[in-house]
């Protein structure tokens, strides 16, 4: 179903994102038919060029990050036409007035910065001071939204000198997975798991979100960051929160973001002995994490694990453990549930101990399944094993499948249509910054130094410790 008519401004549009998933992932929503066919798509960058510059520029980026089946769409030539590009100084008078008259009245106008968040509020303030937007336009910004409480109250108030709440899309890509939607599918859709949804029945819930990838190009910005600010405080803590919240009275952007608030807000603070931070050592001709970042001396963690806590009625005693990292042993994002084991095995001790997990895919492949335990065939008595239940959508759909959108297109034509539901609200921000402060405080305080972790590993020991401690272990990253 095509969007309304629109104009999209990406502002940032020659840069690396922009490049490698929102050009692209636009094609594709072009090549589904979901783009109305005058929507524009206008680039502001600071990069001199024309809209022919640009329209080579976009082609080249989908031939080299859209694979070879998009890169052979015949379509692509009329989607080229669709882009424009005006060169824009976000903190001067350039280009702003040619960007008003590239745009429409009538449509849907919506403004990507998909910039550093040093320049939202330049990029705001024009917005509305050239009259480029109204109260009906969109503005969308990317993380990291703030390195603390404080910067992402700052960011806030700057956005919302110029734009209502509801005119602001904050982007956590990691909610435009489908497989991330599929999980409040299954929660509310079905009566089967949410009577068994709290720490009655469910012993414990993991995390893990592991690259294989170091730092790359973005030693700078990563060293003053870190694994806890650029993926805990947003990607995992979105996680966490759409696992671990009340059923919302509907499905709608703010009944689902107040949920969400509140498990950030009864969230436990965090001892220390239950956070272990990690930097990779060189390994071959592999460089360490200090010699990626440059610094011999940092103290900035490649990987976190922590255990925590929920204090409400529906978590208490059911603890979260969360663990993220780099140059680790594959690529996977995978939330898992795992079930307790049930009062009594009437199988003794040929049956073995056996419980369900629920495992939820994010990548490299989206999936879901569920371990259950059934007979092993065969005349081997009573022994019982675990089997997966496949819950992929993939494959229960079909070729259709290959049509689900990735997340960021997905999430870029909600814009358009105005549904803020996958998109973190300002106070939601504000309190998983006020949660993760004080941890990061507590580390510096005591100069923490992090472990080191070999390269293809799971991280250090000490995280693996965290849950034996328990007597529970990590699913496998593979
Ligand atoms: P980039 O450095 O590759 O691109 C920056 C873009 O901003 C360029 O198009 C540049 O021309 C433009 N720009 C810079 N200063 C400007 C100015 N004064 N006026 C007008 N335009 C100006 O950066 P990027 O990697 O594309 O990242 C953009 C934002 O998205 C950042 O906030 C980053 O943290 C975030 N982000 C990036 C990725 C990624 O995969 N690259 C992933 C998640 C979030």
């Given at each position: 179903i095509p969007v309304d008519d629109f104009d999209l401004v990406i502002f940032g549009g020659t840069g690396d994102l922009a490049r490698r998933k929102i050009l692209p992932g636009l094609f594709r929503r072009f090549c589904a038919g979901q783009m109305p066919a005058d929507a524009r798509i206008i680039g502001a960058a600071r990069s001199e060029m024309d809209s022919d510059g640009f329209r080579t520029l976009v082609r080249d980026a989908i031939i080299e990050f859209g694979g070879d089946d998009l890169s052979s769409r015949r379509e692509l030539p009329?989607?080229?036409?669709?882009?424009?590009?005006?060169t824009t100084d976000a903190r001067g008078d350039g280009g702003w007035k040619e960007l008003a008259a590239q745009m429409r009245s009538g449509v849907v106008r919506a403004f990507y910065l998909s910039v550093g968040p040093g320049l939202f509020a330049d990029i705001a303030e024009r917005l509305t001071s050239f009259g480029l937007a109204d109260a009906a336009s969109r503005i969308v910004v990317e993380k990291p939204f703030g390195r603390d409480l404080e910067t992402a109250r700052a960011l806030n108030h700057d956005l919302a000198k110029h734009f209502d709440e509801s005119q602001i899309y904050r982007i956590d890509h990691y909610l435009g997975k489908e497989t991330v939607q599929n999980l409040m599918a299954v929660r509310f859709g079905n009566i089967l798991f949410e009577p068994l949804w709290n720490s009655q029945y469910i012993d414990h819930i993991q995390i893990t979100v592991a690259e294989t990838v170091g730092v790359g190009g973005r030693g700078g910005y990563y060293d003053k960051s870190g694994a806890m600010r650029d993926m805990v405080q947003n990607h995992l803590m979105q996680l966490l929160c759409l696992i671990a919240m009340e059923p919302p009275s509907k499905f709608d952007p703010d009944a689902v973001r107040d949920e969400k608030l509140k498990v950030i807000r009864a969230l436990d603070d965090v001892e220390t002995h239950h956070i272990v931070r990690g930097q990779y050592s060189a390994h071959g001709d592999m460089k360490s994490y200090r010699q990626d970042v440059e610094n011999e001396r940092s103290f900035t963690e490649s990987f976190i694990a922590l255990k925590l806590q929920l204090s409400n009625w529906r978590w208490a005693g059911t603890p979260f453990y969360l663990r993220t990292g780099k140059r680790m042993k594959a690529r996977s994002s995978e939330i898992t549930v795992v079930f307790k084991d049930p009062p009594h095995s009437?199988?003794?001790?040929?049956?073995?101990?056996?419980?369900?997990e629920l495992s939820i895919q994010l990548q490299p492949n989206e999936g879901m399944t569920l371990d259950v335990t059934i007979k092993?065939?065969?005349?081997?008595?009573?022994r019982l094993v675990d089997v997966p239940l496949d819950m992929t959508f993939a494959d229960a759909l079909g070729p259709e499948a290959d049509d689900v959108p990735d997340a960021y297109e997905r999430l870029i034509m909600d814009v358009i249509r105005g549904n803020q539901t996958l998109f973190m609200r300002g106070d939601e921000v504000e309190a998983a910054?006020?949660?993760?402060?004080?941890?990061?405080?507590?580390?510096?305080?005591?100069?923490?130094v992090p472990k080191p972790y070999d390269i293809g590993s799971n991280g250090?020991?000490?995280?693996?410790?965290?849950?034996?401690?328990?007597?529970?272990?990590?699913?496998?990253?593979?």
């Open positions: 009329d989607f080229l036409l669709q882009l424009h590009y005006v009437i199988f003794g001790d040929e049956g073995g101990q056996h419980h369900n092993e065939p065969g005349p081997g008595g009573m910054w006020s949660w993760t402060d004080p941890l990061i405080e507590k580390w510096q305080a005591r100069s923490d250090p020991e000490d995280a693996l410790m965290l849950m034996h401690r328990d007597g529970r272990r990590w699913r496998d990253i593979k």
